[in-house]
């Protein structure tokens, strides 16, 4: 993961390993099975690397591995520095290092510090009494006058975030699950404790940390502050001095409060932070202003070229950004944006490629790269997702019928797109010999890693292209972005420059053809680096582009 010396002159950025890498996420639970107790786990990771490498990913973000009650499926995290035995051990863990790193891979750990899990022996002990020494590593305020929540703060999986805990007579902060507790990031000790602990993985040799919910980490609840509170960035400049300085590490901030401006204080080269952040305003982008994400807005283009046009524009100087169409929280791309009835493979296909050829980082969601869709659920017994069975059990209070949360949840619950990767068209489509945890989506017969691998013209192998295409082609790199036609509500065109090189990046984002014309700038020829239907090497005054086809062209001079 060193930087290749290709000396270009154009590029006039300092070149970091990470600006020409692609990030695969894998979501442990999920990924490959080795024992049969149907949950996944790291000695079946480490037996799909292969895999990994032939795709060409350099990096492997792992959702959390820790030891865990699993209440949010290991984002409830009982002890840092140990593996949650379902998933494995740390002996399995530094073999996982070991053996991703003789193909090139790192590993970024999932750091989730915003809050621990209620059987940490940091919370056991706080709960101990008012005067315990880890007392103040959590939030704990009075109860209201009336005895009630200490203020109308809100949890991200309904409810209240304030739960009262009798024995000491005070309630406590929790953000998320009521088994999460929140840390006190005001407190010294608790800052002290992350940086210690990070440190020892880093020594591990670990590749980074993607940071769970960070932005949270500056919260004032007293003033109901919870996102990019004042103290924010102090904190994150102390982590930086304290653990990451002198490491050549990628961190990346899942930061939803991310404006383009915030985002230079995360990741401007000059400020000590990380190394990037994640920005949602694609996702939330669909969603409506009421209900939030369990009801979408429809797809619309031109809103959607804007928001990556202003992120890409906002990080054009300093800053970097991240690509992302997906993760374990969200739906899966190509049902999200895509068409997965009737142009699965193509609007894959076109998918990866805008996302791909932007400036950035891009990440890849375990099974993306092969097409899988979101798994239509019939019945709320085929959830296993806190979120969505809170989220059910107050919208069925609040009148809504079973049938309609379904539908509403099948499209946007966290679940559809966590179900196991699909491998082979084996029984259980090769994830595990038993009964995975959560039921597989039962298009594993088709869509399958075997198949796709075998197939020259699939999803998968067009990922693998577009990852090559980054690592050989500066242009992509570190390319000056451009849109075209931004009111065109079905193409989706921008030019990538650098030096005399241009990338001419054109897709049809619809299930109809397009007739397309083009202005005179956009007219070249050159050489076509990647596409969803047949090469173009030459753009005229227009171009006929079929349902969800897209390519991308380089030109000189
Ligand atoms: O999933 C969400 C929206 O689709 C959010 O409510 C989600 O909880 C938020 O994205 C924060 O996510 C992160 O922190 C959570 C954890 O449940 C998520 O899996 C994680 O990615 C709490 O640790
Ligand atoms: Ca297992």
Redesign the pocket.
Known sequence: MTDAARPNPAVTEERRWWHASTVYQIYPRSFADSNGDGIGDIPGLIGRLDYLENLGIDVIWLSPIYTSPMD??G??IADYQDIAPEFGTLADFDRLVTEAKARGIGILLDL?V??TSDEHAWFVEACKGRDNPFRDFYVWRDPASDGGVPNELAS??GGSAWEFHAPTGQYYLHL?SRR?PDLNWENPKVRAEVYRMMNWWLDRGIAGFRM??IDLIGKQVDAKITSDGPHLHDYLQDMHRETLAHRDVLTVG?T?SVTPSSALLYSGRERGELSMVFQFEHVTQRWDETYG?WRSKPFDLVALKAVFSKWQQALSEDGWNSLFWG????PRAVSRYGDDKAFPVQSAKTLATVLHLMKGTPYVYQGEEIGMTNAPFRSIDQYRDI?TLNMYRLQRKAGLSPEAFILGANE?S?DNARTPMQWSEEPHGGFSEGTPWIEMNPNYVTINAEAAVADESSVFHHYRRLITLRKTHDVIVYGHYQSWLDQHPQAFVYTRSLGDERLTVIANIASEALSLDLPDELRTTGEPLIWTHAPVATIGESLQLAAWESLALLSRG
């Open positions: 949010d499926n984002y409830d989730v915003n809050h991200h999986f998320f999460q769970d919910v899942e939803w994400k993760n374990h929280d969200l979120e946007n966290r």
